[in-house]
T-cell receptor, first 115, second 111 residues
């Protein structure tokens, strides 16, 4: 299993540009989520999904869109990039249930710089 | 609103020392609590997961405890090694796979 994969690893955007951060998992996990990590702020939840076709907002959703058309993929779209969106983005997946099955698996992250 | 706090923010210890990292949360309505390790420039690796009905979990030199009623968890690292140097993150699961994170403790173990 590849686990949780994210592309690209690093991206530079100009203000106003749009892009999609890709996230895929091959563990058949129902739950997927996106976080951003900023110095001094920890990780904050952007959007999450409890299954294909179901998404909802997290703590900091403004400026981002998501969709979940398949169990495996959960892309994050930046509609019009702003310098405030400079951050490291992590995708995570897990499955409901008891015990180790609820362990969250994280991707390696995407570093985004918005100029 | 659930808030998670980790103390201390940074910790430096000599090799071989036993140490304790602290995590507190404001709302006891959690599904579980997880401890993660993050190396510089890398993703998060899950170390231990404690269900809300459990009191502790152990893995090798790591032991994590959970006191839900008081909103506290501790991560105990025995016989610390330089390879343990990393940032340790505590997070509570509030349902739907959603995590609320603390800001982390940056640990440095000196040879």
């Amino acid at each position: 299993n590849a686990g949780v994969t994210q592309t690209p690893k690093f991206q530079v955007l100009k203000t106003g540009q749009s892009m999609t951060l890709q996230c895929a998992q091959d563990m058949n996990h129902e739950y997927m989520s996106w976080y951003r990590q900023d110095p001094g702020m920890g990780l904050r939840l952007i959007h999450y999904s409890v299954g294909a076709g179901i998404t909802d907002q997290g703590e900091v959703p403004n400026g981002y869109n998501v969709s979940r058309s398949t169990t495996e993929d959960f892309p994050l779209r930046l509609l019009s990039a702003a310098p405030s969106q400079t951050s490291v983005y992590f995708c995570a997946s897990s499955t409901p249930g008891q015990g180790a099955g609820e362990t969250q698996y994280f991707g390696p992250g995407t570093r985004l710089l918005v100029l | 609103k659930q808030e998670v706090t980790q103390i201390p923010a940074a910790l430096s210890v000599p090799e071989g020392e036993n140490l304790v990292l602290n995590c507190s949360f404001t709302d006891s309505a959690i599904y579980n609590l997880q401890w993660f390790r993050q190396d510089p420039g890398k993703g998060l690796t899950s170390l231990l997961l404690i269900q809300s009905s459990q009191r502790e979990q152990t893995s090798g030199r790591l032991n994590a405890s959970l006191d839900k009623s008081s909103g506290r968890s501790t991560l105990y690292i025995a016989a610390s090694q330089p390879g343990d140097s990393a940032t340790y993150l505590c997070a509570v699961t509030i349902g739907g796979g959603k995590l609320i994170f603390g800001q982390g403790t940056e640990l440095s173990v000196k040879p």
